[in-house]
């Protein structure tokens, strides 16, 4: 596996990586399957393909009203809560593919876990009331 020096995550601003960056942290299990790593990597690699993918079918079997500037295509298809859900569903299937990948079994989060955290809260209380 490569080192994480080498691991490149692509910071996205654009519509399809605000969406799947919006779903994941409306979602906390979505989130929590892709903790590490190499998933997130693949995750938001695959997650970013199969949106465009899903967002570019939603366009071509729905009428969208011709741009006046106020919003754009996408705008327009997310405000119908169908459209949102079926998005937030391919972008959990792709977390539960990535999550279930052997390949991953042995990476551990990006960051902290809750006991480790709670253990840090306990010795920084503990320590900073002297």
């Known amino acids: 596996m490569a080192e994480l020096d080498d691991l490149w995550i692509p910071l996205v601003d654009e519509p399809i990586g605000g ?4 779903i994941e942290r409306e979602n906390a299990d979505i989130a929590r399957l892709v903790e590490s790593p190499h998933r997130l990597l693949a995750f938001r690699t695959f997650a970013y393909i199969r949106v465009g993918l899903l967002l570019g079918q939603l366009l071509f079997d729905n009428d ?11 705008d327009a298809l997310l405000r119908d809560p169908a459209h949102k859900a079926a998005l937030t569903t391919e972008v959990r299937r792709v ?3 990535v999550a279930s990948d052997p390949k991953y079994g042995e990476e551990g989060p990006i960051g902290p876990d809750d ?3 709670a253990r840090f809260r306990a010795f920084a209380r503990e320590h900073l009331r002297s």
């Not at 969406?19 to 919006?22: A, L, S």
């Not at 969208?64 to 500037?69: E, I, K, L």
């Open 19 to 22: 969406i799947v960056e919006r």
């Open 64 to 74: 969208v009203p011709a741009y006046d500037g106020s919003e754009s295509w996408v």
């Open 95 to 97: 977390a539960e593919e």
């Open 115 to 117: 006991e480790a955290r």
